[in-house]
């Protein structure tokens, strides 16, 4: 089992959501970016590594965000609470990154534009916001 680990980047009570733009059952949806963690890495290393690799930032990383969500393929994936701690991002393997607010997080899940895992946390994810 592998796991893939996903930032819920926040600022100003938004979320950073990225654009998939591959493979092609999910390019054009929304994702919290993150990608696969590699033998002997560790979880936080791993996210701090490819958030630098997708957005060209750094961030601290907090807490898990809801519960990990099994994935096709024996992978595993997890999310954690991050910030920037430098940088603004870019999406230098996405199509696009955005900033939503809570009632725009949830007006694309309803209109299914969240990659179908990352959807899971919905509930989660608003939490996360009004904490912030
Ligand atoms: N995934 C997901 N939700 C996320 C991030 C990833 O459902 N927020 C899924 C999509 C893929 C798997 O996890 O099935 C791996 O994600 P990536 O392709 O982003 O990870 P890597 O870039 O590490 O893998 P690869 O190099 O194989 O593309």
């Given at each position: 089992?592998?796991?893939?680990?996903?930032?819920?980047?926040?600022?100003d009570q938004k979320l950073l959501l990225a654009q998939r733009s591959y493979p092609d059952?999910?390019?054009?949806?929304?994702?919290?970016?993150?990608?696969?963690?590699?033998?002997?890495?560790?979880?936080?290393?791993?996210?701090?590594?490819?958030?630098?690799?997708?957005?060209?930032?750094?961030?601290?990383?907090?807490r898990g965000v809801g519960e990990p969500v099994v994935l096709r393929d024996n992978l595993?994936?997890?999310?954690?609470?991050?910030?920037?701690?430098?940088?603004?991002?870019?999406?230098?393997?996405?199509?696009?990154?955005?900033?939503?607010?809570?009632?725009?997080?949830?007006?694309?899940?309803?209109?299914?534009?969240?990659?179908?895992?990352?959807?899971?946390?919905?509930?989660?994810?608003?939490?996360?916001?009004?904490?912030?």
């Amino acid at each position: 089992m592998k796991t893939v680990v996903a930032a819920a980047i926040v600022r100003d009570q938004k979320l950073l959501l990225a654009q998939r733009s591959y493979p092609d059952d999910v390019a054009g949806l929304w994702e919290l970016p993150g990608g696969k963690v590699e033998d002997g890495e560790a979880v936080s290393v791993a996210l701090e590594r490819e958030i630098a690799e997708e957005l060209s930032v750094r961030i601290g990383i907090g807490r898990g965000v809801g519960e990990p969500v099994v994935l096709r393929d024996n992978l595993i994936l997890v999310a954690r609470h991050a910030w920037l701690v430098e940088g603004e991002p870019v999406a230098v393997e996405h199509s696009a990154v955005t900033w939503v607010s809570a009632g725009e997080l949830g007006a694309m899940a309803r209109a299914g534009e969240l990659v179908p895992a990352d959807a899971v946390w919905l509930d989660d994810l608003v939490a996360l916001l009004g904490e912030s």
